[in-house]
């Protein structure tokens, strides 16, 4: 019987001979990572490599014809009348279908050789057909494939949350938790490859250490579904305060990507965090998202890094952190940071094209002092903030006197570099239950007095919109004496702030402009007819400020 065209071979006439159907038809692939187990829906491959496909209908099908058809995408099975085994490809992406006579086995291969070059992640799907007159059933389907390109280095480990075995961690046999990878982890450097988890609770319920010389990545390299696996540590009632539900110990040469990461729950304890650094060389958090609520926590810090740490944070977005309004022993104060880096040493920090947004939405009665920070720095020798959106902050009603809403505070290092460049800093509001004050800053710097600060650039940002009470788009104090330090400020657009410029608080430089800068509410791109585009800082070409100028331009966030 000749090869049926992929459209057709399902809707045939069938036939209702009475003698009994056979098995589904099974694919099997081979390749550098095994040989794929029965019925498996997926299979892996390297690039480069050597792929061998099997279909096999059993011998009783000895010669029977049929197809393997190749599409770029799956589909949820799909029944068909009048044939017992479900479509699993998506036939509006079918690349081509390859006619297949089974031998006197009832088998068919065929090997292609892959060569270097496919991107990791690279998908195509296959499900094969069999054609038997005189069965009950005359055509019959194999369970469709979906074929995927993994990173197949000897130093690649993979973890799958839904495996219910020990675990290996090869493709065909991950390891079941994060740590059990850390734990079995080969000799140099390693990729830790992690897939969301599908079954319940629908994440990785652990506290994670990542060693050093580890790239933690959640590519999802499985389902191929694009959603951050989720990462967030067990109700401790013992746990150690600093800690996160990700966390770099003391370790070098770490990448943390991909992943969404809730913060820790410690109950009764004074601080909860996303992920916490002690002391890292070389340390990079890309493409994450950290949120959540602590029970029993009312300090939060969603992204900490300690001392003597050397860290790139980028493309990372914190949202909906919330801290417990009904926590116990709370004294007045509740108080969140969005990326945060330690005092002392040699810390080193990046924070580039991140947004952080959403602290304490919710009500807070009893509270008496909210405090909410975007970026904050304490004695860190070289501090680069590029191209960050902090904001909105809508601070929920609480029930005290005072409040702070801070886009970036930290303390000054005049020896030390500290740019502070194409950063929105925008929409706060705090609102109070009842006569209550506020104070907003969209920066807040400190530093010693008499120090020349030549080192430090303050350019191209965006201040707008910020709560109508106390507010200052940048101040600056000397912490051993009351007076102002003698920063510039160049190439600044500032609006709706009670007040945009104050001589006692930084040296205005050229390019201030006080005008509503025309920013999508979306995305903070510029629209048109921006007093903003085209007149930033001619030094950081696109000279656009706002995040979509300088040599970071693009968006914030999470990708």
Not at 95 to 117: A, D, I, K
Not at 417 to 441: C, H, K, T
């Amino acid at each position: 019987m000749p090869a049926l065209p992929v459209r057709t071979f399902f809707v045939l006439a069938l036939l209702t001979a009475s003698i009994a159907a056979q098995g589904q038809p099974m694919l099997e692939l081979q390749s550098s990572f095994g040989t794929s187990p029965s019925y498996s829906p997926r299979g892996f491959f390297a690039s480069p490599d050597f792929v061998t496909v099997t279909l096999d209908a059993g011998p009783a099908r000895a010669f029977a014809s049929g197809g393997i058809t190749v599409a770029l995408a799956m589909q949820p099975p799909q029944t068909i009348p009048g044939i017992p085994d479900p479509l699993g490809i998506d036939l509006n992406t079918v690349v081509f279908t390859l006619p297949v006579v089974l031998n006197q086995n009832g088998r068919f291969l065929f090997s292609v050789p892959f060569g270097p070059g496919l991107a990791e992640g690279w998908f195509v799907a296959m499900q094969a057909y069999v054609a038997t007159p005189g069965e009950a059933a005359p055509l019959r389907l194999s369970q469709a494939m979906g074929l995927v390109v993994l990173d197949g280095s000897a130093s690649s480990i993979y973890v799958d949350g839904d495996q219910t075995g020990a675990g290996s961690g090869t493709p065909y046999d991950p390891w079941p938790t994060i740590n059990d990878a850390f734990a079995n982890l080969p000799a140099g450097p390693a990729t830790v490859h992690v897939d969301d988890v599908e079954t319940a609770p629908g994440l990785y319920e652990e506290i994670v250490f990542v060693p050093s010389d580890v790239h933690l990545i959640g590519d999802t390299w499985y389902s191929q579904s694009g959603v951050r696996p989720v990462v967030r540590a067990p109700v401790d009632s013992n746990g150690h305060v600093k800690r996160g539900s990700v966390n770099v110990l003391q370790a070098n040469n770490v990448t943390v990507e991909r992943l969404e990461v809730h913060l820790s729950r410690h109950v009764s304890r004074v601080q909860a965090r996303c992920f916490w650094c002690k002391t890292a060389g070389n340390l990079t958090v890309r493409d994450c998202v950290f949120t959540g609520m602590a029970p029993g926590v009312y300090t939060t810090r969603a992204v900490f890094i300690g001392p003597d740490s050397d860290a790139l944070v980028e493309h990372c977005t914190v949202t909906d952190i919330e801290g417990d309004p009904n926590a116990t022993g709370v004294a007045i104060t509740i108080s969140g940071i969005g990326i945060r880096v330690g005092g002392g040493g040699t810390s080193n920090m990046t924070v580039r094209n991140c947004r952080i947004q959403n602290f304490y939405t919710q009500v807070l009665p009893g509270i008496s002092h909210v405090q909410a920070i975007g970026i904050g720095f304490h004695n860190a020798q070289n501090v680069i903030l590029q191209n960050n959106v902090i904001g909105p902050f809508l601070v929920g009603p609480h029930g005290g006197a005072t409040g702070e809403l801070i886009g970036i505070q930290g303390t000054l290092n005049p020896t030390a570099q500290q740019v502070f460049a194409n950063n929105v800093i925008f929409d706060f509001s705090l609102v109070p239950l009842s006569g209550a004050s506020a104070q907003v800053f969209g920066m807040r710097l400190f530093g010693p007095s008499g120090a020349t600060w030549n080192l430090t650039t303050i350019t191209n940002n965006i201040i707008d919109n910020l709560d109508p009470g106390t507010a200052f788009s940048i101040a600056s104090t000397a912490y051993d004496s009351p007076d102002s330090l003698p920063l510039t400020v160049d190439y600044t657009c500032i609006d709706q702030v009670m007040i945009p410029f104050s001589p006692s608080s930084f040296i205005q430089g050229p390019g201030i402009i006080l005008a509503d800068p025309l920013l999508d509410p979306v995305d903070q791109s510029l629209l048109p007819g921006s007093p903003c585009i085209g007149t930033g800082n001619p030094a950081l070409p696109p000279p656009d400020m706002g995040i979509f100028g300088g040599p970071f331009a693009g968006p914030a966030g999470a990708f």
